[in-house]
T-cell receptor, first 113, second 114 residues
């Protein structure tokens, strides 16, 4: 199957950490990405991880990958109101070259004061 | 470097018409991919072009077509528009000589079919 699944909503208080989870089914996934989409805008690349890595940290963002369970998470430290957006995980499969990304349903993050 | 640009940003058409959307990739990027985003189906891959050739195609009907020019700019065309074609159409570019490079997205074209 080609499913990439995410929970639909997450609400956190400003200053707390947010953890957005994603599961994927295709074991041939090579790179996994996190994109952010604000209302009326396109997709902003946040970070990515190669499938042979367990963790990647980039400032306030930490990506954890459990390849055995096909589980990916994005942790945002010290969440701010500007982080309110929809977050998509996406995987790229090894399909003989090419750039097809398969996206999850998106998680809407709401940051409350 | 300028980012990915898409024109027009908004478009209103009626059923049965056709539409052409344009995408200019980041300078130096040779791959352009197109995605459709709808509330019901989410983000779905349409097709990818590299060096003026279609390299990948999603599961969309033949009414959806595209092309890429020698300067890497790409257009997609939808003929005989249906109400269900109303969506945000996103273009992404990458350097992608071998495929699989990181994709950077444009702001999208919002198409409304009446």
């Amino acid at each position: 199957g080609e499913d990439v699944e995410q929970s639909l909503f997450l609400s956190v208080r400003e200053g707390d950490s947010s953890v957005i989870n994603c599961t994927y089914t295709d074991s041939s996934s090579t790179y996994l990405y996190w994109y952010k989409q604000e209302p009326g805008a396109g997709l902003q690349l946040l970070t990515y991880i190669f499938s042979n890595m367990d963790m990647k940290q980039d400032q306030r963002l930490t990506v954890l990958l459990n390849k055995k369970d096909k589980h990916l998470s994005l942790r945002i430290a010290d969440t701010q109101t500007g982080d309110s957006a929809i977050y998509f995980c996406a995987d790229r499969r090894s399909t003989g070259g090419g750039n097809k990304l398969t996206f999850g349903t998106g998680t809407q993050l709401k940051v409350e004061l | 470097k300028a980012g990915v640009t898409q024109t027009p940003r908004y478009l209103i058409k009626t059923r049965g018409q056709q539409v052409t959307l344009s995408c200019s990739p980041i300078s130096g990027h040779r791959s352009v991919s197109w995605y459709q985003q709808t509330p019901g189906q989410g983000l779905q891959f349409l097709f990818e072009y590299f060096s003026e050739t279609q390299r990948n195609k999603g599961n969309f009907p033949g009414r959806f077509s595209g092309r890429q020019f020698s300067n890497s700019r790409s257009e997609m065309n939808v003929s005989t528009l249906e109400l269900g074609d109303s969506a945000l159409y996103l273009c992404a570019s990458s350097f992608a000589a071998q495929g699989g490079d990181t994709q950077y997205f444009g702001p999208g074209t919002r198409l409304t079919v009446l």
